[in-house]
């Protein structure tokens, strides 16, 4: 059965396990977990996803299948993969828009593509076959990123999500903070990009909070409280994206789960306060719509 997954999920992270499980947090309506810690393992894993599952539902989050690398994904992996997601009954797996591994050496990070049509097309290529393999929806997630590689990019970072998710008729995964992240540290406009990620594409939102160093380089931590700037364009994307499953990730240094609760309940008051602007909106539409086509008629 496919989970029911809506709302404002956070992901499942040992660290504050014990907590979250013993909470009772009505705004908190799903969980996210990483495949890797389960494929494969057994024991307290196993335990604990079990406990997770009895309470909320579950959407998968990939951290290894960088889906813009050179070579296919190994099966050694993808078919225990496969099952696992049936088993778990996710509505759709994420994996991000990175590589992370090269000449057989798997590197443990999220490393950017180059903006270019040929990472474009190898992207849509190993998308496909993915999805193919996991016979389900695939998202891909945008990420953060500290330099272009292989000298200048020969597009824009929006430009090169889009025609990726074009070509690979893919859904997205938005992380709204990596948008953020990015616009700060390479200098273009977070709600210019927002305002062109086509709605019917996007699944998912990812928020998180990130660390600013003394130089003044954002990094993408996961490891602090989400900033203003980022509830702000989470709200604007929301208002226009309607009510989009949104998620809040949060990896290390992690504070008493009493803090993570008052996050939740502050997406959780953007959210509803966005998907009524959103519904009214629809609602205008439908009721201006036969009058505006009487007018266009009449001209
Ligand atoms: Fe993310």
Redesign the pocket.
Known sequence: MTSRVEGIGIGFRYGFADALLAADVPELRWLEIHPENYVGRGGRFRYRLDQARERYPLATHGLTLGVGAVMPAEDDYVAPLAAFLADIGTPWHSEHLCFSGTGGVMLHDLLPLPFSPQSIATAACRIGELRDRIERPLAI?NVSYYAHPGGPPQMEEVDFLLQVLEAADAKL?L?V??VWVNSQNHGFDARAFLDRIPAERVVQI?V?GPTVRPDGLIIDTHGEAVRSECYELLEHVLERLGPVPVLL?RDQNFPPFAELVSEIRQLDAIYQRAIAVHAARCARNVAEGPARDVERALV
Do not use: G, I, S, T
């Open positions: 997630e995964l992380d903070n990596n990812h998180a990730e």
